[in-house]
């Protein structure tokens, strides 16, 4: 399962992401910490992208693509991923195109964060203030003018993505307004329909138990049926499980 999790910055792109990394043990790749990383490792990658990282501005592309290659060559990204901060621009885009092209895969979905951008901006300036009120530190870019600065970068260059994925058929858009959970319960939703839909590694019977008669006996209360009924309609076979997993 590959996704792309679009929308402005501080849409909850990392935080769907996160529950998305819990609920189906698909790995989160967000260009954002991997930049942040890089800038406090010092790396030459870091260097460069730390002064437009703090202005607001968009790293350039080429640098971008090649974290986002290097990474997503990795052994734990092969099962799926979930880019979150990537693409940011059409030649993005179009430089991961290539990128799963050559590796003989597609995107699965695109799912896209719809916000209201003035209620955006409350949210994120109280955050801060709450933040700045409570002595925790802020990121460099965490300040309501660098803010506006990256709503500007986000409209100018990456809304276009909006259409250039519809054009493709792979975008879906969930209420990014909503609270957390209904927005997860949403690209939940998104995901049960698209063609490799994602299984759950959050089951509610717990892993190590053993089913066996005398289980299943005392659990025949409403509960159980309920469970019952949900396992009939998504069996779990445990050898496709394993197969599935690995084709992510
Ligand atoms: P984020 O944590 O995704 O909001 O990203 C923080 C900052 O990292 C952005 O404001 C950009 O400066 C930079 N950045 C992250 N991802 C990208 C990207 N895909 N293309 C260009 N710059 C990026």
């Known amino acids: 399962m590959r996704l792309i999790l679009l929308g402005p910055p501080?849409?909850?792109?990392?935080?769907?992401?996160?529950?998305l990394v819990a609920k189906y043990g698909l790995v989160q790749l967000s260009t954002g910490d991997m930049l942040r990383a890089a800038v406090k490792a010092g790396t030459p990658i870091g260097r460069?992208?730390?002064?437009?990282?703090?202005?607001?501005?968009?790293?350039?592309?080429?640098?971008?693509?090649?974290?986002?290659?290097?990474?997503?060559?990795?052994?734990?990204?092969r099962k799926g991923f979930i880019l979150d901060g990537f693409p940011r621009t059409v030649p993005q885009a179009e430089a991961l195109d290539r990128m799963l092209a050559k590796h003989g895969l597609a995107l699965d979905a695109v799912i896209e964060l719809k916000v209201d951008e003035a209620a955006l901006i409350r949210r994120i300036e109280s955050r801060i203030?709450?933040?700045?009120?409570?002595?925790?530190?802020?990121?460099?870019?965490?300040?309501?003018?660098?803010?506006?600065?990256?709503?500007?970068a986000y409209r100018s260059q990456t809304e276009p993505l909006i259409a250039y994925?519809?054009?493709?058929?792979?975008?879906?858009?969930?209420?990014?307004?909503a609270?957390?959970?209904?927005?997860?319960?949403?690209?939940?939703?998104?995901?049960?329909?698209?063609?490799?839909?994602?299984?759950?590694?959050?089951?509610?019977?717990?892993?190590?138990?053993k089913a066996g008669p005398k289980r299943n006996a005392s659990h025949l209360g409403k509960k159980s049926k309920t469970r019952r009924r949900a396992s009939r309609k998504r069996p779990v076979p445990k050898v496709r499980s394993k197969a599935r997993s690995e084709a992510g």
């Open 48 to 77: 460069q992208a730390q002064n437009i990282m703090a202005q607001g501005a968009l790293v350039p592309d080429d640098v971008v693509v090649t974290i986002v290659e290097q990474r997503i060559d990795q052994p734990d990204a």
């Open 10 to 19: 501080g849409a909850g792109k990392g935080t769907q992401a996160q529950h």
């Open 179 to 209: 609270p957390i959970t209904e927005v997860a319960r949403q690209i939940e939703g998104v995901l049960a329909n698209v063609a490799d839909a994602p299984r759950s590694v959050n089951r509610s019977v717990k892993p190590k138990a």
């Open 129 to 152: 203030a709450e933040m700045t009120a409570r002595g925790e530190a802020l990121r460099p870019d965490d300040n309501p003018d660098v803010l506006r600065r990256r709503l500007e």
């Open 165 to 177: 994925y519809r054009r493709r058929g792979v975008l879906r858009s969930v209420d990014g307004m």
